[in-house]
């Protein structure tokens, strides 16, 4: 490889340093409790409190210089970010949307142009919002090595020093020292278990963690040197941006126009500036049960089991075992995970986690509605969860925020009767005639119920300061949620 280009200057300084965090990940690999629509960053899978994301940024907490969170996200997940970070008292710099999946290199590239936006010498710490770090202290001591070298024109990896012969991980090989670092020598995919413990055997090689640390316009000069296709459709997406609420649309024909390709591909492996930090501090991609399993070790009984949830153990060795809505019992198994839904259960081999893609994109193929979202779906004005689904009726329950509302809207196939269980709803009710709406508004309370006809114009608002929940029986021949049409929505979505 050849020498690490000259710095962009002889200074070593610290401009603010913007975390970005990639949260546009499926996490397949945790079906059934990650879904589509509620993927695993935003599950509190190692604390019943936080979800992935939210751990992601309570570490950023005594960085020095650290400054608001650029998150970078699905636009089918905007809300849930938005959530997050609230419940959090988090301000994000900007919540950018992806319109479509392109991989982490057209992120990135979006998280730089809009970086510089509000600062030419910004510094980016890029972290995915779904992995685990046991040891925040070591943490921030390799992000302030890594931003010595990053301040020099570098690009700064994190090198995770491996504890065991991993193939579910790609491998870094670290060169000759470069500053408080190593000059990255190759990247390696995942290996097999006979490679994996050459590996680890030979001791300059180092998990990659998919975290960075980089001057934003070091990001965007490499890109051009590298990937100017990818920096091209990220520029011409960002140029046609606008703002929608809280967030940042990019174009989409544009976007969709970016290679599908990492970082690592796009950039890493290709650039002579590439350096690694060591990084030891308990980490781990959370990508799959094992892993769930492992990052727990510490809540482990006596015959090595881990349980979340209503479970009972019977001569059970060495197995994760998770229920989310009832009991689960078990007798005379050892190695397994097994986790349970409202509507799915996965029943596996510890050992064999990585397969589990190929079971998910079978559900894929099927076109199985378990793929995409559980019972429960959220919404940015609350959730709602079916509770009954037959042909020609269907039962949910319905939580709206205080202070929130659905759209105003209309179904063409359906009726609805609600029954309040808990708050006061504010019924907005009518009819349209031509150009024009003709509506009343009431308040109904609890055991107080309301009917929408077929074809009527209606909303359903918590006027209150406490959850509102209801329960809504649906009768009609067709009772698919595309069936709205909106003709207001304080969310801006369309339908």
Not at 143 to 161: H, I, K, N, P, S
Not at 269 to 288: F, H, K, P, Q
Not at 297 to 312: K, P, S, Y
Request: aromatic letters at 6%; hydrophobic letters at 40%; a negative charge.
């Amino acid at each position: 490889m050849a020498p690490l280009q000259a710095p962009h200057d002889a200074a070593d300084v610290s401009p603010p340093l913007t975390p970005v965090i990639l949260s546009g990940g499926a996490g397949t690999r945790l079906w059934p409790l990650s879904r589509q629509s509620y993927p695993k960053q935003f599950l509190p899978l190692l604390d019943p409190h936080l979800s992935l994301l939210q751990q992601t940024l309570s570490r950023l907490e005594g960085v020095p210089g650290i400054g608001a969170p650029l998150m970078i996200c699905n636009e089918a997940h905007r809300f849930l970010v938005a959530e997050q970070l609230r419940d959090q008292g988090i301000t994000p710099g900007a919540i950018v949307l992806e319109p479509a999946a392109r991989n982490t290199a057209p992120a990135l590239a979006l998280a730089a142009l809009s970086a510089l936006e509000g600062e030419e010498e910004a510094m980016l710490l890029i972290m995915p919002a779904d992995h685990q770090l046991e040891d925040t202290a070591a943490f921030r001591v390799a992000v302030e090595e890594g931003r010595a070298l990053a301040g020099q024109g570098r690009l700064v990896t994190f090198g995770v020093v491996p504890t065991r012969a991993h193939t579910g991980y790609g491998y870094i090989r670290a060169g000759e020292a470069a500053g408080s670092g190593y000059r990255v020598e190759t990247f390696t995919e995942k290996p097999d278990q006979a490679t994996a413990e050459q590996y680890l055997a030979a001791g300059d090689y180092y998990w990659n963690s998919g975290m960075f640390l980089m001057r934003a316009r070091t990001l965007i000069e490499e890109l051009a040197r590298h990937a100017p296709e990818v920096l091209a459709a990220a520029e011409s997406a960002w140029a046609e941006r606008r703002a929608d609420l809280d967030f940042t649309r990019v174009a989409c024909p544009a976007f969709e126009a970016a290679p599908n390709i990492s970082i690592d591909y796009a950039v890493m492996e290709r650039t002579n500036r590439a350096v690694m930090v060591a990084l030891e501090a308990g980490w781990s991609d959370i990508g799959a049960w094992d892993a769930v399993f492992e990052a727990q070790a510490g809540q482990q009984d006596e015959a090595g089991n881990v349980v979340q949830g209503d479970v009972l153990l019977h001569e059970t060795r060495n197995s994760f075992i998770a229920s989310h809505s009832r009991l689960v019992a078990t007798l005379g198994l050892s190695d397994i995970i097994a986790v349970e839904t409202e509507d799915a259960v996965l029943l596996a081999n510890r050992h064999r986690m990585q397969e589990l893609g190929a079971l998910v994109e079978r559900l894929g193929s099927q076109g199985r509605s378990e793929l995409r979202a559980h019972r429960r779906v959220y919404r940015p004005w609350g959730y709602y969860r079916t509770m009954v689904c037959e042909p020609g009726f269907q039962v949910k329950e319905i939580m709206v925020h205080p202070g929130a509302a659905l759209s105003l809207q209309m179904h063409h196939h359906r009726a609805e009767h609600w029954v309040v269980v808990q708050g006061t709803a504010q019924i907005t009710q009518g009819e349209q005639r031509g150009d024009t709406q003709h509506l009343e508004t009431r308040l109904i309370t609890e055991d107080e119920s309301t009917y929408i006809p077929l074809a009527t114009v209606h909303r359903l608002e918590n006027p209150g300061r406490i959850p509102l929940r209801l329960i809504e029986v649906q009768t009609g021949r067709h009772l698919d949620e595309a069936d709205i049409v909106r003709f207001e929505d304080r969310y801006q979505r369309q339908g």
